[in-house]
């Protein structure tokens, strides 16, 4: 999986420009491109790639591996 800035300019060249593909923004305010993998939680999008960020910044969620 590469990162989405990377995969948006492979398909439409560089540099970057903000075109109709725009589908809102994410939790942080990034701006969320057609083909980006999204989830909504009570209303917040965010990026499926942050969603560990977002659980454990917002939730207090906990992330270990068992002992």
Do not use: C
């Not at 420009?17 to 209303?43: C, S």
């Amino acid at each position: 999986m590469e990162h989405p800035l990377i995969e948006r300019t492979l398909r439409t060249g560089y540099p970057y420009l903000i075109d109709d593909d725009t589908h809102g923004y994410d939790f942080w305010g990034n701006e969320i491109v057609r083909g980006e993998d999204v989830v909504e939680i009570d209303g917040d999008l965010v990026l499926q790639s942050d969603l560990q960020k977002y659980l454990s910044e917002v939730y207090h969620a906990k992330f270990y591996t068992a002992e």
